[in-house]
């Protein structure tokens, strides 16, 4: 019998892909479920066959009759069957649940109300770290991160499963883990059904595997030459910087297909500014780097997440232009970042010098055993030992500000996203009818017949039609200025996304420690391994602290950097307007 899929969500084929356009609840024929690449072939009712991502349906499983059930046991009046009636109604709760509730606010899971001691940070001095911005960065925008609304429609993203399965003729069938990790990534960041929130939650392993307490209790650290130092700055306690600042310029997009011209896709080129030789990559390899780095470093280091997945449109001028905005954006904050920039995965994405030294590259970054909370076993502070009072201290500092500045990241997306639509809807509208009204008036003058005032009907409509240039400069300015504002503060507000699960690895660990007592009462570890655990406690508050001071001189150099240009943007789109102003004044004779 042939095998039947129920149809998910709507889908809207491309010409010239093969592609299947179905709806919602359409039930297909699957005709060849080996395509590959995260699709399927299928026929629908009428006869048409083409291909439908695998995301968007199920499969119809057809079960044998069941066996007659023995005869129930009467408990009371109630038969054993009956109690299902009770169970199905009975009120459950489970975490998913609640976030689900809370609309995927990231911030929700967080109780404000918390009797954690608040102490001011002193400032400490030290070594002087060395300057991430001594290079010349690449003159391109942030990258645009998981915003709720977005004024302009060639830069919405339609959200959705894309082709995301790795070439044959690229690479090695995915290993076990790799699939479950890339298939979480999938459903935290895609999917048709997905909520105008975009934000990826980043729940790495720490969370969905052992918690802190695999670092806490482990037995054997790191070697040496993987260790990564924390030493205490002018700021406090900051990571190494390298001497030279990594960059790399996203370009050069490129359509090629596969599956004997089945399938296509966009490869975009990298070019490192320590090598000055590109390579290339397709948008699933950025997605494989994500899993990797999250995988990794998302313990200690909030990982952004990258632009949302597309179905239909992918090929389209507009949407390419702006993935590579984004997808450059999102290079530069992880080349900017002295941890993930000399990492060996990221140092392989960019390096990679043919197919075989990736793949082998590959297979050792998916072996790698150094990750989610073990990756403070790597980490080492030149500082003494913090108490656990002044840890607590500087996880509630970092929690109460990270929060404060989401909302108020949300708030100039909210009043940003107003203005567009101002600017590019009422205003210029208000504008053309000043406009058109001074031209008329000239019309009705002229139909006088007077001769004598040529030079003042004249004059109206040239008032008129600079009033008219005046609503479409309206029109046009937020893509000069504001949408630079706009990806700065979406690409924040992504970023900003992942600190509660960051923080949260450090509240866990907290909270272990303070059992220590019970623990050691219970003969579950010994006093020593709860001498360990508050000295790792600590090692987890200095990674945690030079995370912060790389998160706060990052956004000191960003909003200078955008607020200046958005002034000056502004600036010269109010003097342009003064000036078309006085060519119109001038127009007008003295009397």
Request: proline content about 6%; charged content about 25%.
């Amino acid at each position: 019998m042939a095998l039947q899929a129920r149809v998910l969500y709507e889908f809207t084929a491309e010409a010239g892909n093969n592609e299947l356009s179905v709806k919602e609840g359409e039930t297909l024929t699957v005709t060849n479920k080996s395509i590959g690449g995260g699709w399927i072939e299928a026929q629908n009712f009428r006869g048409e066959v083409g291909l439908v991502p695998e995301d968007y349906i199920e499969f119809i499983t057809l079960q044998a009759p069941a066996a007659p059930p023995p005869p129930p046991q009467s408990v009371g009046n109630v038969a054993p069957q009956d109690l299902s009636f009770f169970d199905a109604y009975a009120p459950a709760s489970t975490p998913a649940q609640n976030q689900a509730s809370n609309g995927n606010d990231p911030w929700s899971t967080w109780n404000s109300n918390n009797n954690w001691p608040s102490n001011p940070e002193g400032t400490q001095t030290g070594k002087s770290a060395a300057d991430p911005w001594n290079s010349q960065m690449q003159a391109h925008p942030q990258a645009y991160q998981g915003p709720d609304i977005y004024p302009y429609p060639y830069l919405i993203d339609y959200t959705g499963a894309e082709d995301d399965e790795w070439d044959d003729e690229w690479d090695d069938t995915k290993s076990n883990a790799e699939s479950e990790a890339g298939e979480a990534g999938a459903m935290m960041r895609s999917g048709a059904h997905a909520t105008s929130m975009k934000i990826s939650l980043n729940k790495f392993p720490g969370f969905s595997k052992p918690g802190p307490e695999l670092f806490l209790l482990c037995k054997q650290l790191v070697k040496g030459k993987d260790k990564i130092p924390v030493y205490m700055g002018e700021v406090g306690p900051v990571w190494l910087y390298p001497e030279s600042q990594l960059d790399c310029v996203v370009a050069d997009p490129k359509k090629g297909s596969k599956m004997y011209g089945l399938k296509s896709y966009i490869e975009y080129q990298i070019t490192p500014n320590t090598t000055n030789r590109p390579v290339n990559h397709r948008y699933k390899h950025f997605d494989w780097l994500y899993e990797r780095l999250l995988d990794k470093f998302g313990s200690a280091i909030p990982i952004p997440s990258l632009p949302d997945k597309q179905v239909t449109g992918r090929f389209e001028e507009e949407f390419i232009k702006m993935r590579m905005e984004r997808l450059q954006g999102w290079m530069i904050r992880m080349c900017r970042h002295p941890v993930i920039s000399c990492s060996d995965v990221f140092q392989l994405f960019l390096t990679y010098k043919d197919e075989k030294d990736w793949k082998m590259g590959k297979r050792k970054a998916e072996k790698d055993e150094t990750v989610g909370v073990m990756i403070f076993t790597t980490i080492e502070p030149e500082a003494p030992d913090l108490d656990l009072l002044e840890v607590e201290q500087k996880c509630e500092q970092f929690s109460r500000f990270t929060k404060a500045m989401d909302d108020g990241v949300k708030e100039i997306l909210t009043v940003g996203h107003e203005h567009w639509k101002r600017c590019t809807g009422p205003l210029p509208k208000e504008y053309q009818r000043i406009g058109k009204a001074f031209q008329n008036l000239s019309s009705v003058f002229t139909s006088s017949g007077y001769q004598g005032e040529a030079t003042l009907t004249d004059a109206l409509t040239e008032a008129g039609k600079t009033y008219e240039e005046i609503a479409r400069m309206f029109a046009e300015q937020p893509k000069k200025d504001l949408h630079f504002l706009m990806e700065n503060n979406n690409e924040y507000k992504g970023l900003l996304g992942c600190f509660p699960d960051t923080i949260g690895v450090h509240k866990a660990a907290i909270e272990k420690v303070k059992e220590g007592d019970k623990l050691v009462a219970a003969s579950k570890i010994t006093s020593q391994e709860k001498g360990a655990m508050a000295k790792r406690v600590s090692t987890m508050s200095y990674a945690l602290q030079a995370e912060m001071n790389h998160f706060h001189s990052n956004r000191i150099y960003d909003y200078n950097r955008v607020m200046q240009l958005y002034l000056e943007e502004q600036v010269k789109f109010y003097e342009t307007i003064a000036a078309k102003l006085r060519q119109a004044h001038s127009q007008f004779t003295t009397m």
